[in-house]
């Protein structure tokens, strides 16, 4: 009767905390709405009015620029148009080429079409790939319910379902507002377009806090509720994309925290995860914040760099579940009377290998799609790359248990090719194939140190290696950014440009001043290279210099992630579980959640034997001394 008490009252808090956000985000949709309608305090309105006139039609590709179908300048971007020889085609105004002919101006009718085609395949793009990684949640769901006890397969398969409707509402409601409100205004290359269209504007509010004389992007103020003032193509192919990221760093605490956690506090779990950690971090990496911006402001480098999310979804998944793992406990005789972990074998090795292999195919979509752009070939390069570090990191774990076990583990081969996966997500598009491939080894050797020291040296139990996968080679993949990066790609990123000329080097930051605009364009008109992210090692993967700076930039944006969202997800677990107990009752646990929590057994006609659970001797506790 208590916990339906306290359920009732989350659920009423709850809705005034909806009710408040939708507020807010009407007010944000007022001061940020293009329908040219009057201020409120503008102007009395009459006591009597004869009629009300007809609110203005929202148009259905954007409501914030009759543009957003593409015009000249989205082909201003990453080329101009008029620099290729072989057409006539200008991003400006028609005007007379040194062969006296006449190029096509901006707002002819086939510049709008050629440019439209262009954001059309860039859209097509983005929500293809994020369909290939919204299936990655089936991938999850296999390889953590495989790698558990047949007694709680339909608890661990539930929470991995409902994740992703409970995850969804909670980014809609405000973690997509938090993380990309502001990305309209957040630092960029000199000249750069969304590949998207130019509906990215709308998201135009970023708080920010001046600090050290800079300033420090913190939380987007816009897009609450996906409501009018954002109604736009690009912007919703944007939050689908990224909900399916969220999505991803949502389910990684589902396999840590596997067959001891309540699923009431859970569905609590589900909608905090949506809404905050993985927004407010998202935000300072991709969303132009503080991180972002740590090259402009401070030299370091491009600022912290995290091309499709080692950090940003992966660590930030691995800390949550460390935090979620330690506050709960180990299951019942993980640990013996010694305090030494006894091992606790899942009951579907099959069932993790075909869950790998669907999370290796949506990683296509993952890195690659990361580009937000069909029309940027770099999309092979990543592609390659993402394939080569699984593979590297497969074999090197492999190796790793043969060497001190004398055998294969397979679900030790499954967390090597995640281990390389997870950690090529942040370099791929910046490194050569050779530094894929050492990436992913690095990541095969360290998944395997660090399972073994999660379990025996922080004595905590983590049934499928998700802590060790996502967060710790979630931190080598960042890290690698700035150990391998080999400067051929993502010039002027975080508005940084680097540019060499007979070795000697200029730095230029993106302040948007007419003055710095018209000497980047000189510089390259006299030769100079933009250079791209590079590492502190980059001359050894073919870079024209090597950047100590930027493995600075992403030793910051790493142990920022450590220590904030652990600190948040403690404070969150340790918060929830006094509104809902945070684990399952004992008795339930050693017979299983299925039917206790779900009702519902995942296989009612099978006996089942539970010989791979250790014996529970009394008075044993779940959580080691």
Not at 227 to 243: C, K, P, R, S, Y
Not at 278 to 298: H, R
Not at 472 to 481: A, D, E, Q, R, Y
Request: net charge neutral; glycine share 14%; aromatic share 10%.
């Amino acid at each position: 009767m208590l916990v339906n008490r306290k359920i009732i009252q989350c659920g009423a808090l709850a809705s005034i905390l909806c009710f408040a956000a939708l507020t807010t985000g009407s007010l944000f949709a007022q001061d940020a709405s293009p329908s040219g309608s009057p201020p409120a305090g503008a102007a009395a309105t009459p006591a009597v009015q004869a009629a009300t006139p007809a609110p203005t039609p929202i148009l259905p590709d954007s409501t914030g620029t009759v543009n957003n179908g593409g015009t000249g300048i989205d082909l201003a971007w990453p080329a101009p148009a008029k620099a290729d020889a072989k057409t006539s085609l200008s991003t400006g105004e028609p005007t007379t080429d040194d062969a006296g002919k006449t190029t096509i101006g901006a707002n002819s009718e086939l510049v709008k079409n050629i440019a439209h085609n262009k954001i059309s395949i860039n859209v097509v793009w983005t929500l293809v790939t994020g369909f290939l990684v919204m299936f990655m949640q089936a991938g999850f769901a296999l390889v953590e319910t495989g790698l558990c006890r047949a007694k709680s397969a339909a608890h661990v398969m539930s929470t991995n379902f409902m994740i992703y409707g409970l995850g969804m509402l909670g980014f809609w409601i405000c973690g997509f507002a938090i993380m990309f409100g502001g990305v309209g205004v957040g630092p960029g290359a000199i000249g750069a377009q969304p590949s998207l269209g130019q509906g990215i504007a709308l998201l135009n509010k970023e708080l920010t806090i001046p600090i050290f004389g800079k300033p420090f992007g913190i939380a987007g103020g816009t897009g609450f509720f996906l409501g009018n003032n954002v109604f736009d193509t690009a912007i919703f192919a944007l939050f689908l994309f990224e909900m399916v990221f969220m999505d991803t760093t949502a389910t990684i605490p589902t396999g840590a925290m596997a067959e001891r956690w309540n699923f009431k506090n859970f569905i609590l779990y589900g909608f905090w995860v949506g809404m905050f950690p993985y927004a407010l971090f998202g935000n300072w990496v991709w969303g132009g914040g503080w991180l972002a911006q740590l090259g402009m402001n401070f030299g370091l480098g491009h600022g912290h760099v995290d091309f499709a999310g080692s950090s940003v979804v992966h660590q930030t998944g691995g800390m949550i579940a460390l935090a979620g793992a330690w506050v709960l406990g180990a299951r019942l005789g993980k640990f013996g009377p010694d305090g030494k972990p006894r091992p606790i074998p899942g009951h579907n090795i099959p069932m993790v290998m075909l869950g790998t292999f669907i999370l290796a195919f949506g990683w296509f979509g993952f890195n690659p799609g990361s580009t937000l752009a069909g029309t940027d070939n770099r999309i092979a390069i990543i592609a390659v790359n993402t394939m080569l570090a699984s593979a590297s990191g497969a074999l090197f774990a492999m190796l790793a248990m043969m060497w001190k076990f004398g055998k294969p583990d397979p679900s030790m081969m499954c967390n090597g090719m995640l281990a390389g996966l997870v950690a090529i997500t942040a370099p791929c598009a910046f490194v050569n194939a050779p530094g894929a491939v050492l990436i992913g080894a690095l990541a095969g050797l360290l998944v395997v140190a660090s399972a073994f020291f999660v379990e025996r040296v922080l004595k905590i139990d983590d049934p499928v290696g998700a802590i060790s996968v996502h967060g710790t080679c979630g931190s080598l993949g960042v890290l690698t950014v700035g150990l391998f990066a080999n400067g051929s790609y993502g010039q002027g990123w975080g508005g940084v440009h680097k540019l060499i000329k007979d070795g000697v080097m200029q730095t230029i930051t993106n302040d948007g001043a007419k003055e710095t605009i018209d000497k980047f364009n000189k510089l390259l008109a006299d030769g100079w290279s933009d250079q791209g992210v590079t590492g502190c090692f980059g001359t050894f993967f073919g870079s024209a210099y090597n950047d100590w700076s930027q493995l600075g930039a992403e030793v910051v944006g790493t142990c920022t992630n450590l220590v904030f969202v652990t600190l948040f997800a403690l404070a969150w677990f340790k918060l929830s579980g006094l509104i809902i107990p945070l684990r399952s009752q004992r008795a339930d646990e050693i017979t299983g959640l299925d039917i206790p929590e779900m009702g519902a057994e995942a296989y009612p006609d099978y006996q089942q034997s539970d010989k791979s659970s250790p014996a529970i001797s009394e008075p044993v506790s779940a959580k080691p001394d």
